[in-house]
């Protein structure tokens, strides 16, 4: 199936405010019939991805990826998001079919389902040197106001963060889409309460989707009577990134000993991709091969420490 969603990038003519909108309603169905999520869920992991989506969107360099992990103690577990700078997205929580009851104001209860005591962690790989790892307490486990902390509190960057997901009374998802507007350093600061106000005049980013809405006027209302431009128009889609030799590469990283005791049981071991439930499946050959490529890897890693004794 075919899922591909829209986002655009505008900058205020000023060049002080940043929006990157998208609307992800595709992703979110396509996420909700792969890990038959309830409506509770649909709302919680649609949301997380549809955040991821847009932190993927800022990225820059080739290879770049950035994953979102969300902990908030709550039943639906944990939380894992991942998008890349080629417009792929793809999440997965530990229990995609925790329902509650709607919250006191009637809506999908994704802040009792994420829970609100634990941390929300970002981790931005470059495609080069160490990963970039931010991370902030969780405060509503709403998620949207989750994100805008921690883009305040780790990345000293004043950010508001919508997100919003509706689904259909047999929960198929009707809408989905999100947004982060951001401060940039040389904002006016006058400029901020109006763009406030207009937001929180505007009707729900997931209503005004569910009506039709295009993202070049729902960017309008946001910026209201400051004028800006669209920089950026693209696409990004729910699809998993996964293959064979990635999780070989991860079998092999549990070292020999490990892969020893499972080819000495003569079974053949099953993976599935928690993202896209694709099985991988190692005969007792393969596994061999696994063993033997430890063994190789924890001799070139001895002689390397050996050489760097040496120097
Ligand atoms: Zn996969």
């Known amino acids: 199936?075919?899922?591909?969603?829209?986002?655009?990038?505008?900058?205020?003519?000023?060049?002080?405010?940043?929006?990157?909108?998208?609307?992800s309603t595709n992703a979110v169905e396509k996420m909700r019939q792969l890990h038959i999520t309830s409506k509770t869920m649909t709302a919680a992991l649609g949301r997380s991805i549809t955040a991821c989506a847009i932190m993927g969107k800022m990225l820059k360099s080739e290879k770049s990826s950035v994953t979102l992990r969300i902990d908030g103690g709550g039943p639906a577990g944990r939380i894992v998001c991942v998008a890349d700078c080629e417009g792929n997205v793809r999440g997965c929580a530990d229990n995609p079919d925790v329902e509650l009851e709607p919250n006191d104001q009637g809506k999908l209860?994704?802040?009792?389902?994420?829970?609100?005591?634990?941390?929300?962690?970002?981790v931005k790989d470059l495609g080069f040197g160490e990963p970039y790892v931010g991370y902030s307490p969780?405060?509503?486990?709403e998620i949207a106001e989750d994100i805008t902390e921690y883009y305040t509190v780790s990345e000293q960057t004043p950010s508001v963060c919508a997100l919003g997901v509706r689904v259909f009374p047999d929960g198929s998802c009707k809408a989905?889409?999100?947004?982060?507007?951001?401060?940039?350093?040389?904002?006016?600061?006058?400029?901020?309460?109006?763009?406030?106000?207009?937001i929180d005049y505007m009707p729900s980013l997931s209503q005004l989707i569910a009506d039709g809405t295009s993202l070049e006027e729902i960017a309008g209302m946001i910026f209201g009577l400051v004028e800006f431009n669209i920089l950026e128009e693209g696409e990004f889609e729910y699809r998993c990134t996964c293959g064979k030799e990635k999780y070989a590469k991860a079998l092999v990283g549990?070292?020999?000993?490990?892969?020893?005791?499972?080819?000495?049981?003569?079974?053949?071991i099953e993976i599935v991709c928690q993202f896209c439930n694709t099985k991988y499946e190692f005969n007792t050959e393969e596994l061999d091969e696994l063993y033997q490529r430890a063994i190789a890897r924890a001799e070139a890693a001895a002689a390397a420490a050996e050489d760097e004794e040496e120097e």
């Open 1 to 23: 199936m075919d899922n591909k969603c829209r986002v655009i990038t505008a900058l205020s003519k000023d060049g002080g405010f940043r929006l990157l909108l998208v609307d």
């Open 254 to 268: 549990l070292g020999s000993d490990e892969l020893r005791n499972m080819r000495d049981e003569g079974q053949p």
């Open 138 to 141: 969780i405060v509503s486990g």
């Open 176 to 198: 989905a889409g999100g947004y982060i507007l951001q401060l940039m350093p040389d904002a006016n600061e006058f400029i901020t309460p109006i763009l406030q106000a207009n």
């Open 109 to 122: 209860d994704v802040g009792g389902a994420v829970g609100n005591n634990g941390s929300i962690y970002i």
